[in-house]
């Protein structure tokens, strides 16, 4: 079994920053592609930020400047850093990975249960 378990989650007021971690667990024989997804009440999943292995970059439009991706290959987690939050930033956020599992070496696509972020005006 594969686990990500995210942390860091909490209520901040606009302008301030929080720090989400994730880290995976379990039976893992590597890990290519991370990321954090967001979803708000009555709204579709988003992409938020992702990181490959090699530590290659990519953010949504509104992260761009404020959010910061980060991940440390050796401990299987990966970070957020979050600056500057807005209301609108209020959602459950979520992180993925793409993992090969040990025992059959076959791609998983795993997920965190969630963190909510609030941020009030």
């Known amino acids: 079994q594969v686990q990500l378990v995210e942390s860091g989650g909490g209520l901040v007021q606009a302008g301030g920053s929080l720090r989400l971690s994730c880290a995976a667990s379990?039976?893992?024989?590597?890990?290519?592609?991370m990321g954090w997804y967001r979803q708000a009440p009555g709204k579709q999943r988003e992409l938020v930020a992702g990181?490959?292995?090699?530590?290659?970059?990519n953010y949504a439009d509104s992260a761009k400047g404020r959010f910061t991706i980060s991940r440390d290959n050796a401990k299987n987690t990966v970070y957020l850093q979050m600056n500057s939050l807005k209301p609108e930033d209020t959602a459950v956020y979520y992180c993925?990975?793409?993992?090969?599992?040990?025992?059959?070496?076959?791609?998983?696509?795993?997920w965190g249960q969630g963190t909510q972020v609030t941020v009030s005006s």
């Open positions: 993925n990975a793409e993992v090969i599992k040990r025992a059959t070496m076959v791609l998983f696509d795993a």
């Open positions: 990181i490959t292995s090699g530590g290659r970059t």
């Open positions: 379990g039976s893992i024989f590597s890990i290519n592609a």
